[in-house]
């Protein structure tokens, strides 16, 4: 019962910005991390950057000093501002959250479907 849906893909010219959106529904009782992962066609999936319940952040090396990853406990959100934006971080971004679904229960992780983001040159 627990979804995971991003928003916010697209085109960009290269050098410009976008900022994506992941929004967590259903029965929830804790969400622990979340976070962003991307595949480029042909390669493996790769972490982008993810963040702790307590707001601890860590980026994939690509991207640090360029996106930032933000979350709103209260609305379930994780947010990914991607600035500066290259055409090697066209891929497909994944949102990707690691939750207790009931306090009776373990950690689970959950994916969304993947937004596009495509950036020309």
């Known amino acids: 019962q627990v979804q995971l849906v991003e928003s916010g893909g697209g085109l960009v010219q290269a050098g410009g910005s976008l900022r994506l959106s992941c929004a967590a529904s259903?029965?929830?009782?804790?969400?622990?991390?979340m976070g962003w992962y991307r595949q480029a066609p042909g390669k493996q999936r790769e972490l982008v950057a993810r963040?702790?319940?307590?707001?601890?952040?860590n980026y994939g090396d690509s991207v640090k000093g360029r996106f930032t990853i933000s979350r709103d406990n209260a609305k379930n959100t994780v947010y990914l501002q991607m600035n500066s934006l290259k055409p090697e971080d066209t891929a497909v971004y994944y949102c990707?959250?690691?939750?207790?679904?009931?306090?009776?229960?373990?950690?689970?992780?959950?994916w969304g479907q993947g937004t596009q983001v495509t950036v020309s040159s």
């Open positions: 990707n959250a690691g939750l207790l679904p009931s306090v009776a229960t373990r950690e689970y992780t959950y």
């Open positions: 259903g029965i929830i009782f804790k969400i622990n991390k």
């Open positions: 963040i702790t319940s307590g707001g601890s952040t």
